[in-house]
């Protein structure tokens, strides 16, 4: 079931666009595969005021995939800057939870470093 823009699965709603960002596709064709941590990111970045609410799920979480929550935490964090220009407080709300939940899951910030090491080379 959708809306504008919009997906209802397991009775809530969740942002399409966020969704593909989250998955890397820009089609989404089975959103019944999307799996928990994934849409409760989706959840935390379309809110960010609901991250302070969901560290501790976050932190104990056993992720299913890190790579792809790794990337999605990164995709989100490339579409944030992107569209700074946009609707720039609603762009830094979103990339702070996302940099927040990549530093407290992996200890660092992949953007930051692949920075650092392109510098020092």
Request: charged letters at 25%; a negative charge.
């Given at each position: 079931m959708?809306?504008a823009?919009k997906i209802?699965?397991?009775?809530?709603?969740y942002?399409?666009d966020?969704l593909?960002v989250?998955?890397g596709?820009?089609?989404?064709?089975d959103t019944?595969?999307i799996?928990?941590e994934l849409l409760i990111?989706?959840?935390?970045?379309?809110?960010?005021?609901?991250l302070?609410?969901?560290?501790?799920t976050?932190?104990?979480?056993?992720?299913?995939?890190?790579?792809?929550f790794h990337?999605a935490l990164?995709?989100i964090q490339?579409?944030s800057?992107?569209?700074?220009?946009e609707?720039?407080?609603?762009?830094?709300?979103?990339?702070?939870?996302?940099?927040t939940?990549e530093?407290?899951l992996f200890?660092?910030l992949?953007?930051?470093t692949l920075?650092?090491?392109?510098?020092?080379?």
């Amino acid at each position: 079931m959708s809306t504008a823009g919009k997906i209802v699965l397991a009775g809530k709603e969740y942002s399409l666009d966020t969704l593909k960002v989250i998955t890397g596709h820009s089609v989404l064709k089975d959103t019944g595969s999307i799996s928990d941590e994934l849409l409760i990111l989706c959840s935390v970045i379309d809110n960010p005021y609901l991250l302070p609410y969901f560290l501790e799920t976050f932190y104990s979480m056993q992720l299913r995939d890190e790579n792809a929550f790794h990337f999605a935490l990164l995709r989100i964090q490339v579409d944030s800057q992107l569209r700074m220009n946009e609707d720039i407080q609603k762009y830094q709300h979103r990339m702070y939870a996302a940099r927040t939940l990549e530093k407290l899951l992996f200890n660092e910030l992949l953007l930051e470093t692949l920075a650092v090491q392109d510098i020092m080379e």
